[in-house]
């Protein structure tokens, strides 16, 4: 697991002298196998299911659209990290059952641009954080931990939130405003998807103060 610092970044500047150098032909970049080919047989089935739902819309067409790098990120009290992740000396993150974890995550740059817009003086403000998310502001109080995964690096499983999933907080009435709506957008309309089995080894963790 790599435990990020909150450090400057450093730039590094190269000048170059008046050299001929031959072109090095571009080799164009293939574009990543369908992330549901990283599923198992269960996952694959629930990912297929949640696009016939969605269609034309499924899971491939909300990467593009929402997380073009591919990049995700989440926030947890410091708090519940300590007790779920360090302490248990966990593998994946995420609500675990039968040997399989789920975790809701949204676009990186979502998460880490409230997290950077709600500091002042070195810390956040959880009412700020909350409303930029759509969340309650009490979910984000006290030290934070950001974790950021790049799927295609960790080679793992997303597809579109079901309401089967663990932790969902399903709808029991018209009126409800904070509940799961299927289509990938939380009640706030961020952007998310569910990562299966996503490797605390490879997770970026940046303490939020």
């Known amino acids: 697991m790599r435990v990020i610092s909150r450090l400057p970044f450093a730039f590094v500047l190269v000048a170059l002298g008046c050299v001929h150098v031959t072109p090095t ?7 990543p196998a369908p992330i549901v080919s990283r599923c198992d047989a269960t996952q694959a089935a629930i990912s297929a299911d949640a696009d016939r739902q969605a ?10 659209k929402n997380f073009p790098d591919r990049k ?24 675990c059952n039968a040997g399989t974890c789920y975790l809701f995550a949204a ?9 950077h817009a709600s500091l002042k003086d070195g810390k956040h403000d959880s009412a700020a954080i909350g409303k930029a998310l759509g969340l309650p ?5 006290g030290t934070l931990r950001m974790m950021t995964l ?18 969902v907080w399903k709808c029991t009435s018209p009126e409800d405003k904070d ?19 996503a490797p605390v080894a490879q997770a970026r963790v940046e303490e939020i103060p």
């Open 72 to 95: 995700v990120s989440w926030l947890m009290k410091d708090s519940a990290y300590q007790s779920f992740v360090v302490q248990t000396h966990a593998v994946n993150f995420g609500r």
């Open 137 to 141: 502001a009490q979910n984000f109080e």
């Open 179 to 197: 509940c799961f709506k299927f289509g990938g957008y939380t009640s706030g309309g961020v952007p998310e998807i569910m990562v299966i089995n």
């Open 150 to 167: 790049d799927l295609d690096a960790a080679g793992v499983c997303a597809r579109l939130p079901v309401d089967s999933d663990p932790g």
């Open 25 to 31: 032909p571009t080799v164009p970049t293939s574009a």
């Open 55 to 64: 269609s034309p819309y499924g899971i491939e067409q909300h990467l593009a």
């Open 107 to 115: 676009p990186a740059s979502t998460i880490q641009s409230a997290v």
